[in-house]
């Protein structure tokens, strides 16, 4: 029983963390994405659809 424990402790240990590559895959994604939605919402239909909507809510008129 004391062999199990102790090779458990020492498998835990040894991922306890993410390595390098790991951080610069998802660093390299986390870019990816955000250049993905910046170019969406930078488009010219979400422009469009975002100033349509402002101006719709600023024309109700309560």
Do not use: N, Q
């Amino acid at each position: 029983m004391r062999r199990l424990t102790k090779r458990v402790r020492s498998v835990a240990r040894d991922d306890a963390g993410m390595s390098t590559a790991e951080y610069a895959v998802g660093t390299v994604a986390a870019c990816g994405f955000g250049a993905i939605l910046y170019k969406i919402l930078t488009s010219g239909f979400v422009v469009h659809l975002v100033e349509s909507i402002i101006s719709h809510a600023l024309h109700l008129g309560f």
